[in-house]
């Protein structure tokens, strides 16, 4: 299902401007404008509310002794100040994902990914909450891209978080049909194994559609891609010559990565296929395979499942050993 853009009550993007609260939120004008207030509102609020916490907290730290915003960021989790205005911008992203539209996404994305900017090792887990926001808004290049900086670079523990010299996220276009091994080996964590299941299962969706109208309960359930992913211009799809070949070893490597989350947390698949009260959950902590866990992971990747469609169905062909 695609998301909304433009205007909140007709959909239209030409001249459309934002709400001047949330600032997320579109509208045509003052008529659909004020016809949406009373639905938008609380959020609007809530959001604004956080706006401003954010922007107070940056203050203090930008008056800090040699403003780190100009003088160069290192670590911006090293005081209590930057501390509080890295939570507090975690406290507004998470409020704008109560608004269920393109802008809103797009905005959580460009602060979440400023936090990894600010602070490289990444305090407050910005890195878990991304690679869902990027698929629902079909940049599963640049999410399968991050996946793999995360579990290569990421995983060095060599690696001086706090030298702005050296490369970081700098892996691009990655090829999304190459093997699974840096996925399944090392310390992945449970959000970005289960956004790279997704991953895989929307390039599987992708060769379908470009192979045309198929037969098969697989090619049914995905059925012809519906919005435009980037990863369908990764080279080593277009050029790909044997795209049943591809089709078996997607299948294969949706398998493997299942029955890696399913041996990481035995909670997820069936939450995910059947969510209920596990959506709902606040966690804060959590011990891996926990019920916690899962939630958390839930949380931050469901509504990327079930935007695209068809994916959760191939989640129950794998429960049920059909795949």
């Known amino acids: 299902m695609s998301l909304p853009s433009g205007c909140g009550v007709c959909g239209k993007k030409d001249g459309a401007l934002r709400c001047s609260g949330c600032k997320v939120m579109m509208y045509c004008g003052v008529e ?117 900086w995360w579990a290569t670079a990421g995983q060095n523990h060599d690696y001086d978080w706090d030298n702005n010299t050296l490369p970081y996220l700098d892996i691009k276009n990655a090829n999304p049909l190459e093997p699974l091994d840096v996925f399944c080996d090392g310390l992945i964590n449970l959000p970005h194994r289960v956004a790279v299941t997704l991953v895989k299962v929307k390039v599987l969706q992708v060769i379908f559609t470009e192979m045309g109208p198929r037969d098969g309960s697989t090619a049914r359930m995905l059925g012809p891609r519906s919005d435009y992913s980037t990863i369908a211009k990764n080279p080593n799809i277009a050029n790909c010559d044997d795209k049943w070949l591809e089709i078996v070893k997607l299948k294969g490597q949706i398998r493997t990565l299942y029955e890696a989350v399913h041996k990481m947390n035995s909670h997820f698949w069936p939450a995910l296929v059947n969510p209920g009260e596990p959506l709902r959950a606040n966690v804060l902590i959590f011990a891996v395979g926990s019920v916690e866990e899962m939630q958390l992971a839930l949380r931050l990747t469901y509504e990327a499942w079930n935007e695209a469609p068809g994916a959760i169905a191939v989640i129950k062909m794998a429960i049920e050993g059909k795949l």
């Open 32 to 148: 659909h404008q004020k016809a949406h207030h009373r639905e938008h509102k609380s959020a609007c609020t809530a959001i604004r509310g956080c706006r401003v916490a954010m922007e107070k907290e940056e203050q203090v730290v930008r008056e800090l002794q040699g403003d780190i915003f100009t003088n160069g960021i290192r670590n911006v989790w090293l005081t209590s100040e930057t501390r509080l205005y890295m939570l507090s911008r975690a406290s507004l992203s998470n409020e704008m994902a109560t608004i269920r539209n393109v802008e809103s996404l797009q905005a959580q994305l460009d602060i979440l990914m400023e936090d990894l900017q600010l602070c490289r090792g990444d305090n407050t887990g910005s890195r878990y909450a991304i690679p869902g926001v990027m698929i629902r808004l079909h940049q599963d290049q640049e999410c399968y891209d991050f996946l793999k």
